[in-house]
């Protein structure tokens, strides 16, 4: 059984950064799409941001030029570089992956325990 693994998050100030990371145990990223989620108290879950195999992104037109996202296949990892966070940015945090053309219709495994991400003002 495959089980994805966030973590990274915590408690910062406006204007700081945080780096998160999603691993995977039990399978590889490989040739997949993986996506960032997130959900805040009282909201449906949204994707933050995606990253193929060929290392092509996408982001929330929210985050665009705040957060980063980029893959390590070697450590079988993917990562979420956010800066510039503010308020609106707390969320619990998640991370799931899906074929190719059909992510994010189609996600290929459960959803892990996500990281918190709590921005103070």
């Known amino acids: 059984q495959v089980h994805l693994v966030e973590s990274g998050g915590g408690l910062v100030q406006a204007g700081g950064s945080l780096r998160l990371s999603c691993a995977a145990s039990?399978?590889?990223?490989?040739?997949?799409?993986v996506g960032w989620y997130r959900q805040a108290p009282g909201k449906q879950r949204e994707l933050v941001a995606s990253?193929?195999?060929?290392?092509?992104?996408n982001y929330l037109e929210f985050v665009k030029g705040r957060f980063a996202i980029s893959r390590d296949n070697a450590k079988n990892t993917v990562y979420l570089q956010m800066n510039s966070l503010n308020p609106e940015d707390t969320a619990v945090y998640y991370c799931?992956?899906?074929?190719?053309?059909?992510?994010?219709?189609?996600?290929?495994?459960?959803w892990g325990q996500g990281t918190q991400v709590t921005v103070s003002s």
């Open positions: 799931n992956v899906g074929l190719p053309g059909l992510f994010p219709r189609l996600l290929l495994f459960s």
């Open positions: 039990g399978s590889s990223f490989s040739g997949n799409v």
């Open positions: 990253i193929n195999s060929a290392g092509v992104t």
